[in-house]
């Protein structure tokens, strides 16, 4: 089943048109990214999944149902415009968004404590958010959008702002309700931070879909032309072989980006010439290559 | 529906556990009782000390007839002032007493060496009125305490009412017939209805007295609707919520909410003044019954929970359009204007009760709260009326949550942007 399908889905305001006849959709189970720059329209894009604005044509199905505001229940947001009640207690802003959520005041209280355990925020619930720091006040954020169990996730810059400590906990999390079959929407323009946790994604710029589908087939279709090299001794031969198109040299690891046609063996037989090789791999490029690349060319 | 209540639980119980509310509780009352109570308190104030003045006039009859005057009014006061307010400390200073001298020198000499006195402090005034001067009715009172216009007023009445008798006497009428023809005439309003009409008097007030407190209450609180969604936006907490919640219930559960705060005050205060003044409460219960009626009492209630709706729905409207506390304090007539409207129009009704002002006036629905009560009290109007008033009320409160909602979704949306007309209405259209 399809958790959700957009179909020809418009948006403009006044003259300018955010989101332009876009289509795609997110099988259940599926962790998605949804890439594009700063003002691709992806946000605009969210907006009309949870009937924050409605399209101007096109249409939107949730669950394989048209869109209902019922149905939202079942949906889990953080957008990228974080925000909380400054005075209000962690604990009592919890229960009040799961109960707007559909759940009981008990229940809801139940699972904000599961959830702060997990999160190793329990200490504070007592406090108000004005006396949290930012990563902590990302986190109750974080909780309020799974707080309710919902089916389907959407997380608009969920990395955004936080350290690399709790960023793992916050992907652990995501891998872990991946595995309960949950679905999972990424938005972002930082590519390297979802690229392991996307199954599919899709790109967009200027409200339009250049490149979409499955992530493996995606970049297997642009070719192994990558080549990181672990090394020791003199790295010269790096800036002068004619096979390097690109080379990022950090003393002795190097990330080279092959001339085209160039083969991969010879490079290996070169560099081993004049320097110890201790890694030698082949890779596909990265989605923030691609990404560039694609974006580069509409642009052009 | 489910949705707004918990909104608006949330609204109340926050606002009502603060502590700036508990600070309200207590300063409101109390600030209301500084303005209202203390300049009347100091007004009314008489200091009991004797002030010395003298009384200028060209033959000593008139100046004596004006120190009689004078001094019996001072015993008038005095004694009605006792009379009527036994167990009213405020009220019972001592009156200020006047100690009054004649002179007969009506020369420009003694004009100047008075009002040196009265300049020097020796003498507290003098009343200049020689035979031109009481020609032309208006005489000069020198005196250092211009202000204290209590007692210039009591002053002015004794003294013209000296001089009228004075006018009669020198017609050669007799003390008696003056004293016949200076009886005050009463006229006694009644209505056809007889003993059961209600007191005019007494209506007024107590219709005043509820037109106030719906306009103070929409005045403290339809504000407060105001500045609680203006928060909402700087919190940015509404994209979460917009995200199960529509905006109209968003709108509906803040303006139930912060509404109820209000309520809540207000009743804490009736309360409180109900308990502190029981006695005097129990003493007039008498007189008010045949004005408060359970069907006023009624009406009041529907008509003060409707307006405040209303009001608080145009708060929330003004809210969701602008940015800053500023630009919506800017917008704040728009709230006052139709209240002071009200006011006049209420002035006027109880001139004419059955004029065709009133009629607009009470099914306009801005107006109607305040307006339409006071007809209700005065006269009650016919049904369809009263209905119509209703009806187009709650129409008026649903069109504005309708509108405020939309305005509100996509103001928020496109934050820090200041709007202007042309765009609002735009946003009205967007879906």
């Known amino acids: 089943m399809q958790t959700i399908e957009l179909n020809q889905v418009r948006k403009s305001y006044d003259k300018f048109v955010a989101v332009n006849d876009l289509s795609f959709n997110i099988p259940q189970g599926a962790v998605f990214g949804l890439l594009g720059p700063n003002g691709a329209g992806k946000t605009s894009t969210i907006r009309m999944m949870i009937g924050i604005t409605v399209p101007d044509s096109g249409n939107i199905s949730l669950f394989g149902k048209p869109f209902e505001r019922k149905s939202l229940h079942k949906v889990g947001y953080l957008p990228e415009e974080r925000g909380l009640y400054k005075k209000m207690k962690i604990l009592d802003q919890l229960i009040f968004l799961g109960e707007l959520h559909g759940l009981s005041s008990s229940v809801a209280r139940q699972k904000a404590l599961e959830w702060t355990k997990r999160l190793e925020i329990d200490a504070w619930l007592q406090k108000k958010v004005e006396e949290l720091s930012k990563g902590m006040q990302q986190k109750i954020q974080f909780i309020a959008a799974l707080l309710h169990d919902p089916d389907f996730i959407i997380m608009d810059e969920p990395f955004f702002g936080l350290d690399p400590v709790n960023a793992t906990l916050l992907k652990d999390v995501m891998l872990d309700l991946k595995k309960q079959g949950k679905t999972i929407l990424f938005s972002t323009h930082r590519m390297d931070q979802v690229e392991k946790l996307c199954d599919a994604i899709c790109l967009i710029n200027k409200g339009t879909a250049v490149l979409q589908g499955d992530l493996k087939s995606i970049k297997s279709g642009y070719g192994k032309s990558n080549v990181q090299i672990e090394y020791e001794g003199n790295g010269d031969f790096l800036n002068k072989s004619p096979l390097v198109s690109a080379c990022n040299n950090y003393g002795n690891y190097a990330e080279i980006k092959l001339a085209p046609g160039a083969d991969a063996q010879t490079l290996l037989r070169e560099a081993a010439a004049s320097a110890r090789i201790n890694r030698f791999e082949l890779m596909e490029p990265s989605l923030e290559e691609i990404f560039i690349n694609t974006v580069g060319k509409t642009n052009a | ?431």
């Open chain 2, 1 to 431: 529906m489910h949705n707004i209540l918990i909104i608006a639980k949330r609204e109340y119980l926050e606002r009502v556990r603060s502590r700036s509310f508990v600070i309200m509780t207590f300063l409101i009352p109390a600030l209301m009782f500084g303005v209202s109570v203390v300049p009347t308190l100091l007004m009314n104030r008489g200091t009991g000390e004797t002030k010395h003045m003298v009384v200028v006039t060209a033959d000593r009859d008139t100046g004596e007839l004006i120190r009689s005057r004078i001094e019996q009014r001072q015993d008038e006061e005095k004694s009605g002032s006792d009379a009527d307010t036994t167990g009213d400390k405020k009220r019972s200073l001592p009156p200020t007493h006047f100690a009054v001298e004649i002179s007969t020198d009506t020369s420009d000499a003694n004009h100047t060496a008075l009002t040196q006195q009265v300049k020097d402090k020796k003498l507290d005034g003098f009343l200049w009125a020689p035979p031109d001067a009481i020609a032309s009715r208006k005489l000069a009172f020198v005196t250092n305490d211009t202000s204290s216009f209590i007692e210039n007023g009591v002053l002015g009445a004794s003294v013209s009412d000296a001089l009228r008798r004075s006018a009669l006497k020198s017609k050669g009428l007799k003390l008696d017939e003056i004293e016949a023809a200076l009886q005050p005439v009463e006229v006694d309003p009644q209505s056809p209805l007889g003993k059961d009409a209600p007191n005019p008097q007494i209506m007024f007030f107590a219709t005043f007295g509820m037109v106030m407190v719906l306009y103070m209450t929409v005045l403290l609180y339809g504000i407060n609707v105001m500045r609680s969604i203006l928060e909402e936006k700087t919190s940015r907490i509404m994209e979460v919520m917009l995200s199960t919640a529509s905006a109209k219930e968003m709108m509906a559960g803040k303006i139930l909410g912060v509404g109820a705060v209000g309520l809540t005050q207000v009743g804490i205060w009736a309360l409180t003044a109900g308990i502190l003044s029981a006695g005097t409460l129990v003493a007039t219960a008498g007189m008010l019954k045949n004005v408060l009626s359970i069907k006023l009492l009624v009406f009041f209630g529907i008509y003060f929970l409707l307006g405040y709706i209303l009001y608080s729905a145009l708060c929330a409207a003004i809210g969701s359009m602008v940015n800053s506390e500023q630009e919506a304090q800017q917008l704040q007539f728009v709230v006052m204007m139709p209240l002071i409207l009200s006011i006049i129009v209420i002035v006027n009704i109880f001139q004419h009760p059955s004029s065709s002002m009133a009629f607009w006036g009470s099914i306009f629905p801005f107006t109607a709260p305040l307006v339409m009560f006071t007809r209700i009290a005065m006269q009650t109007p016919p049904a369809w009326q009263i209905g119509l008033s209703i009806g187009l009320m709650i129409v008026t409160i649903y069109v504005l949550v309708w509108l405020c909602g939309r305005i509100y979704r996509v103001g928020i949306l496109m934050y820090g942007k200041k709007p202007n007309l042309p765009e609002i209405m735009k946003w009205i259209k967007y879906a």
